[in-house]
């Protein structure tokens, strides 16, 4: 006997078709200027400064991206906030691990103190200068290091991966193994990480994206121009060019160089953004489920 058609009521009726309006908006409200910012890019000078550019490219053309491609400095930065990126996602993830682990479990002496005392650092801080002064007595200043090491972790990204411990590991599986006669690191090892990976693909997709987005601890810490990251020499040019338009008097110059530089700053943007934007679909599938397990109980 077929079941009949559950019939929804005229309130229900209008709430999804005003919740669908509104999904439908909020797309167009992300997407649009995605959209915008691409087709400037992508656009000439020209068309960018008569505003003629929506939504759609105008007089298409590459000179933005020869232009960076060109650079070594780009090339270099690439390859530095590679590196950056890669090894200082997994010292993040590992510190982060070890710490949360740890915390998850009801054995674990002095762990309201620990807790208290990761929560503090959340609250306060030394500041700038005392982070500073820090960091040049530790001989990290125009090092790689000084890129990975000072922010090993983030105290918020470990309460996430403790909660998801705690929600997500039972206690009486880790008691089971233990009676069997497996160890604290055989439990981590082979219980513990094995029904970890949402946590820890969605972990190393914030840290990643801070890594590759970090800008200021390099103008602060980094002074050779062969350890800057991306971000760091894209502003560079920038700024380069923005000096060479204060300081040039034809006026027809300035205006065509001021040009050049509104869509230069477009592709810098695209440039910088895409690498992290190719990598996000592949941890996406762990996104949503990740942050609710790990913040939500039962």
Sequence with gaps: MASKKIKQTWDNRLFYILDTLFLYFMILVVILPLMHVISVS????????????????????????????????????????????????????????????????????????????????????????????????????????????????????????????????????????????????????????????????????????????????AMLYLNKPELYNLQLVLRNIIASAQALLEQTDNLAAAEKTAENIEVLKYAVIVFASLPIMLFYPFVQKYFVKGVMVGSLKG
């Design 42 to 217: 992508f656009s000439s000078p020209g068309a960018v400064s008569a505003g003629r550019v929506l939504i759609f490219p105008v007089d298409v053309n590459f000179n933005a991206y020869r232009t960076l491609i060109k650079t070594q400095s780009i090339i270099t930065g690439m390859l530095n906030t590679i590196y950056y990126t890669f090894m200082g996602t997994i010292l993040n993830i590992f510190v982060t691990i070890i710490c949360a682990y740890p915390l998850s479990r009801k054995n674990l002496p002095g762990k309201k103190f620990l807790l208290w005392i990761f929560t503090f650092t959340m609250m306060f801080g030394g500041g700038l200068i005392p982070s500073y002064l820090n960091i040049r007595r530790l001989g990290l200043l125009n090092t790689r290091w000084a890129m990975i090491i000072p922010g090993a972790m983030s105290v918020w990204n470990m309460i996430i991966t403790r909660t998801f411990f705690i929600n997500t590991i039972p206690d009486e599986l880790i008691e089971a193994a233990e009676i069997d006669g497996a160890s604290d690191f055989q439990c981590f090892t082979r219980i513990v990480m094995p029904n970890s990976v949402t946590i820890v693909a969605i972990m190393a997709l914030f840290y990643a994206v801070g890594h590759w987005n970090q800008y200021y601890s």
